[in-house]
């Protein structure tokens, strides 16, 4: 993947041209990482999030998503910051929603009650997961 990147593009997910005042062509592989769930403030907005994420990828493009379930803040430092509680049938469908084809899901630290314990302290998510997903 790292001789095929061309750029790393930063973007606000909260705008309807979340690039802007830049504009791109479609991609071909977009990635995020804890930004939907922090983002967004209700369930509404984290569909129409990736609704236009899926309006940047070409047909067949990949979108390559991690992200939180379950928690309502994480922290950076001492700052404290808000997050929408999100299942993972919830961002499944969220993604069948916009169009998307699941390729892949693995749940990270899912279950293990020690790295859990240990991590409540900056966040209170029950566990990461990586999903990989195709555009129809």
Same mark, same amino acid.
């Given at each position: 993947?790292?001789?095929?990147? *061309?750029?790393?593009?930063?973007? +606000? #997910? ?8 830049? $504009? ?10 804890? /930004? !939907? %769930? ?10 129409? =999030? #990736?609704?236009? !994420?899926?309006?940047? !990828? ?21 700052? *404290?910051?808000?997050?929408? +509680? /999100?299942?993972?049938?919830? /961002?499944? $469908? &969220? ?8 390729? %892949?899901? #693995? @749940? ?5 009650? &020690?790295? !859990?314990?240990?991590? @409540? ?5 029950? =566990? ?6 195709? @555009?129809?």
């Amino acid at each position: 993947m790292r001789e095929k990147m *061309k750029d790393v593009v930063f973007g +606000d #997910v909260l705008q309807e041209n979340p690039m802007s005042p830049k $504009s791109f062509g479609e991609f071909d592989t977009i990635m995020t990482a804890s /930004v !939907l %769930e922090s983002a967004c403030s209700d369930q509404k907005s984290y569909q129409s =999030c #990736v609704n236009m !994420l899926a309006s940047l !990828l070409k047909p067949g493009g990949t979108i390559i998503q991690w992200g939180r379930l379950g928690g309502s803040f994480y922290k950076v430092g001492n700052k *404290k910051f808000y997050a929408i +509680d /999100v299942s993972e049938a919830f /961002v499944t $469908s &969220a993604f069948e929603n916009a169009g998307f084809e699941i390729k %892949e899901k #693995v @749940k990270v630290n899912d279950g293990d009650k &020690a790295v !859990l314990n240990e991590s @409540k302290k900056l966040a209170d998510a029950n =566990c990461r997961m990586l999903l990989i997903a195709k @555009k129809k």
